[in-house]
């Protein structure tokens, strides 16, 4: 096999780089017409028929039949049963990341998820109260692309926001199990777990079903049929977020060892074809390095095929005139992930605002992160960290405002209220203000 | 006009409770095939057509023709001049309002809005940096239901957030400006402002045209066809809630007078006839003083009719054993507004899990906390305060995870990322977790 991986050679100095720049980056999100229908179809009918449903689709799509949707719940003993059975060092591996996780987590939700309140100068209390979310589902791909860790990310915010029960779907085709997903949801502690995936799968979560109960919020990545069937329940239930093909993006000023940052670029390339891997560099000779490296390296890689096309299909290296021009055209992208491979990484960490995480340093390879370093690795893709968050604690918590206004307080608020009432047309409004004024004056019409 | 508001009179002690308060609670959100299509067209028109697009729907639905979008665009000048235009008691109302909701922003950003990160024993650098989106759109509804203090609770957290422009779009049908929105925009600092509205500028937003800048997120409330559309562009731009009628539920100890918390269960119902007013109280003398205040006040409100209408279709006074019972029981409902109505709402706040905005005690009207108070009035409808939250600068932020991890936390996660990427059968992950081993072992295959 002679393969050759070369992402396409930009330079931020040709004429006609922002074409080509953008041709390379372009990724279209847009849902099919042909799956929207077959997905609506399928929630309806699992909204109606529940269970039947359910198992119908299961039978169908994924060559698993069952007579009852018992026959599909997992077990806690089972779940146990996987993770005793792993070697120790894959029982302790999970362990560690999971312990680690955790603690990150702890600390987000100390830093910004914690009720507050306080009294203004009239005594009127105003705030907030944080509050986890009653119950959960968690989406977990299955097949190929089954990810232990994905498990952990996903169960252990939840956890640490204080969700009270966690329900795990996963699809098994053919019935067979991943014996490491398993056991990571036994870490994880899930509450109850469900081995149906698919549009029928969150349909059930979505709606509940005589046997699968219904939850707030369902999180977690999927394929295309999962990703529009989450779009569409949003509303019915909270969602997490539609995830894209991953990406990486390292910004590199030629420090750290070529053979790192080519593996780095391969690490995402090997999820998916249509992974993106980027290297932003003012350093054209770097940039020749890492092409050898990549073409010395590529060979070793059980996954050396997929990587090939990822890199040649989507992938690219660009030179820059500089580090600051490569920190603005990284604003552009919004990667998911995003290396500032370099020996001054605080150098450039202020002038990036964008990104679903930043990997400071030659030593922060994504896969550390990815594993175990604690943030979460479900990241938003696609250029949507230009307004969206890493998954964490906050997405398992909601906030309800806290008013307690004082007799006090209402004299001085009451009036203002009643003049924007009266201004809307809303009298209501404004008599339930002026109420609570000591001296109630006359109502009055609106203007 | 004889009318009548006759909310429906339940007990807890009936035997068909639970099938009665199901049918009152009763709210669809599916939104119908028909508007779904038609806003699909509009979407795909507007992003390929632009500016000719939106003015040719500017002009069918609003009869507001234009010969180019600049003349849709409002002035700040303009905006000015209306704030200079209204009368110095509503100016005054206007700032102070937006100075109360301001402040009480402030104090949300500093209690979970900024960035943090903490290292480890090994020296890793583990945290988030928050930082606000770059241009958002806020969209506000025309017409009869123009409210300006929406004005002020979409723009103001995003200011607050740091956000760098703020479009608002407001329909003007058939070109009737309405003069309080106009000055809110000027109080409340919005960059740019369009009077066009419907799916027709929430696709201009989304999208960008050669006119209105594209957006990252859209916010505020709007019909079923901005509904529709904020749900179809999810993914390409962010959005807030899907908005559904507004609700109020009034937890009452018999201590307000009957009065006054007839006039908050008229405040909610004036917004609109599915809008639900709901009183949950466990003495039935005091129902009865209740409904007798509504049969006494209702004749005095211009908005009779449809206080009537709302009460009668969708209000309900029901009975409870005891204040616990009423908690719970508004927790099943997870109310947008939650008045706790009591002279000791400290012992009943703590049994509330759901709500959009607790309001504590009796001089805490809904109204003063829909204006002036300075939490935000954009809150969770139908159910979804469950699982999301109220409108705050946290929508207008979004997180970046920060790692660094050193050479020493390179070793010990280093094995763990390993074992863990093996276990995948991802080994370029693993292999670049293992290079930054001081000591880098042979490349394994997978299980």
Not at 45 to 73: C, I, N, S
Not at 209 to 215: E, H
Not at 261 to 277: G, I, K, R, T, Y
Not at 427 to 446: D, F, G, I
């Amino acid at each position: 096999m002679n393969m050759l991986a070369t992402p396409a050679r930009l330079s931020t100095a040709d004429d006609d780089f922002d074409a080509q720049f953008k041709a390379r980056l372009h990724w279209s999100a847009d849902t099919d017409a042909a799956i929207e229908q077959r997905v609506a179809d399928i929630l309806a009918d699992v909204q109606q028929r529940g269970d039947a449903a359910v198992l119908d689709y299961t039978a169908r799509f994924d060559g698993l039949g069952a007579a009852a949707m018992a026959e599909l719940e997992l077990t806690q003993a089972e779940l146990k049963a996987a993770f005793d059975g792993l070697s120790a060092v894959q029982r302790d591996a999970l362990q560690a990341a999971a312990r680690r996780v955790r603690s990150y987590h702890e600390a987000q939700k100390k830093a910004s998820g914690e009720s507050w309140s306080y009294r203004d100068e009239d005594g009127t209390l105003l705030g907030q109260k944080v509050t986890p979310l009653d119950r959960v589902g968690i989406y977990v791909p299955g097949g190929k692309a089954a990810y232990p860790s994905s498990v952990l990310m996903n169960a252990i915010p939840a956890h640490v926001a204080g969700v009270g029960e966690i329900i795990m779907v996963v699809p098994t085709p053919k019935g067979e199990k991943n014996a490491l997903v398993l056991a990571a949801a036994y870490v994880a502690g899930v509450t109850r777990a469900f081995t149906i995936g698919g549009a029928q799968a969150v349909a059930a979560l979505a709606y509940g079903t005589q046997t699968v109960p219904k939850v707030d919020k369902i999180t977690g990545p999927g394929n295309a049929y999962v990703a529009s069937a989450k779009k569409r329940v949003f509303g019915t239930v909270g969602i997490d977020m539609i995830a894209g093909p991953s990406e990486i993006l390292v910004l590199a000023d030629g420090t750290t060892p070529a053979d790192w940052v080519a593996m780095d670029l391969f690490s995402q390339a090997e999820h998916d074809e249509l992974a993106q891997s980027i290297l932003l560099c003012p350093d054209a000779a770097y940039i020749d390095q890492v092409q050898a490296a990549i073409n010395r390296l590529l060979p070793q890689m059980p996954r050396a095929e997929i990587i090939a096309k990822s890199l040649t299909g989507r992938g690219a290296l660009i030179h820059t005139r500089s580090m600051e021009e490569a920190c603005a055209i990284s604003n552009r992208i919004a990667p998911e992930h995003l290396e500032v491979s370099s020996n001054a990484p605080h150098r450039w960490e202020p002038l990036l605002k964008h990104a679903g995480a930043i990997f400071l340093g030659a030593y922060t390879s994504e896969s550390l992160g990815d594993y175990c370093a604690g943030p979460n690795h479900v990241l938003p893709t696609s250029g949507t960290a230009r307004f969206s968050s890493p998954l964490g604690v906050y997405d398992f918590q909601k906030r309800s405002s806290l008013i307690e206004v004082s007799e006090q307080g209402a004299q001085v608020l009451g009036k203002i209220a009643a003049e924007l009432a009266y201004g809307e047309g809303l009298q209501a409004h404004a008599r339930a203000a002026e109420m609570r004024l000591q001296t109630v004056p006359e109502m009055r019409m609106s203007p």
